[in-house]
């Protein structure tokens, strides 16, 4: 005999002790209310309205165009990583709640509706080049928030391994991996303001001019001094030269030659006695014209001797900064935090998991995952309280997002009651009022 479909199954070991199923009424993603709440605040409704084309018709429309959309980037802010779990997450409170009326007794979007809104409608060539848009203006909702005059801006590649037939997925010698090849950029606040798929074996700095550039121009029109960091696989005499051009200041990494050496035997000497137990560190700066430049620039040595190791650590750093070398060294160290973000990027969005067949597919993919970084991002720098405000994306998917919850539904109102965990009742009140100090959008 089974159990009655409706009934509440009972347990040998405690007589006192109940289990049901009750999946549309529980949650245990109740902290996503307080990232659509700041989405509100930044007016991505309107982002969507204005940057995407929906041409949808029929039964197709069942779903408003922003209640689709926010499905993918709340569930990789969630930890769902790819689509399968979408027919699961149907029926979840705080995904019905946060969409429009209409999906609120309903439910979202299944699997395969969302799988032909990223590979068909979204993959087509306005909302591909709308999404980027997108992404850009809702980054600029918070700029003017604590903004300062000088906009430092990152950029790196990274590795996104694929494991089937993708299109332009390519063996890269480097990563040792069958794999796409993505570039980002990121601001100094560690928000990812440009990103592009591209194929696993281009270079590193493939595609840095249609990716750097608009970013560029777009706040040299906004009156801000721009400065640039990157790594040695951006040492390019045409990046140096697009960057002089424009009046951006850089400081880049310069792979070592001979020639960078002979300039500083020097320093490359050991120092004489009973070696140190703290690395003893040298600078140097110096002109210097390899034989693709068009000009001599300054270059920024750096020597460390550590105790126990037999030859010194030695860096290169092209720059056109007017600091002393320690602190231009110093201010390229910080480009180490862009690997950070790419890492939060990676944990807690998957944005390296492209899993569709189709290149363009897997671009608004990543998009989606850009966008769900960013909105994590954003999250954490203008609502946080400050004793959280330095966790990770991961900790604050874990400890915040992961907030259990029952939804209980009265005649005029839906009650979700939250358990109290990591995120208190006064953490909850906390972000709100700081979310709603923050400055409306323009328009």
């Given amino acids: 005999m089974g159990e009655s479909q409706n009934q509440p199954f009972q347990l040998s070991f405690n007589r006192f002790l109940r289990v049901d199923f009750q999946g549309s009424r529980v949650t245990s993603d109740g902290g996503l209310l307080l990232v659509r709440e700041l989405d509100e605040r930044l007016g991505l409704t309107g982002l969507i309205q204005n940057h995407l084309v929906d041409s949808r018709a029929g039964r197709n429309t069942q779903f408003p165009l ?18 399968n779990d979408a027919t699961r997450l149907a029926r979840d409170p705080t995904l019905r709640l946060m969409g429009s009326e209409k999906v609120w007794e309903r439910g979202v979007a299944l699997t395969s509706t969302l799988h032909w809104f990223e590979t068909d409608l979204l993959a087509r060539e306005e909302n591909l080049t709308g999404l980027v848009r997108l992404n850009r203006e809702l980054v600029a909702r918070a700029e003017g928030v604590g903004s300062s005059q000088q906009v430092v801006l990152d950029m790196d590649s990274t590795e996104s391994p694929v494991y089937g037939e993708q299109e332009q997925s390519a063996y890269n010698g480097y990563f040792e991996s069958v794999c796409f090849h993505p570039l980002f950029l990121f601001s100094r606040q560690g928000d990812c303001l440009a990103a592009k798929l591209r194929p696993g074996n281009v270079h590193s700095a493939d595609g840095w001019e249609e990716v750097l550039v608009p970013e560029i121009e777009r706040q040299r029109q906004n009156g801000k001094e721009v400065v640039f960091r990157a790594d040695a696989a951006f040492g390019k005499p ?17 792979p070592a030659n001979e020639n960078l050496e002979r300039e500083i035997e020097e320093l490359l000497t050991r120092p004489v006695g009973r070696p140190s137990q703290k690395p003893v560190v040298r600078y140097k700066g110096f002109l210097y014209q390899a034989a693709s430049w068009r000009t001599a620039r300054r270059v920024v040595a750096k020597v460390e001797f550590h105790a126990g190791e037999l030859f010194p650590r030695v860096g290169f750093i092209v720059t056109n900064l007017e600091l002393p070398s320690r602190a231009v060294v110093r201010f390229y160290n910080k480009r180490g935090t862009a690997e950070q973000w790419i890492k939060e990027g990676k944990l807690a969005v998957s944005w390296t998991r492209l899993s569709c067949h189709r290149f363009r597919g897997n671009e608004v993919r990543l998009w989606f995952s850009v966008i769900a970084y960013n909105l994590g991002n954003l999250w954490r720098r203008l609502a946080l309280p400050k004793k959280i405000g330095n966790w990770s994306l991961t900790s604050l998917q874990q400890r915040l997002v992961k907030t259990g919850g029952r939804l209980v539904k009265h005649a005029r109102y839906y009650w979700l009651l939250l358990a109290e965990g990591h995120l208190t009742r006064q953490r909850f009140g906390s972000m709100l009022r700081r979310i709603a100090a923050l400055p409306l959008p323009d328009g």
């Fill in 238 to 254: 045409e990046i140096y030269e697009a960057l002089e051009e424009r009046g951006v200041k850089y400081a880049i990494r310069l």
């Fill in 66 to 83: 922003a209640d689709l959309f926010r499905q993918p980037p709340y569930s990789r802010l969630a930890g769902y990583e790819d689509l």
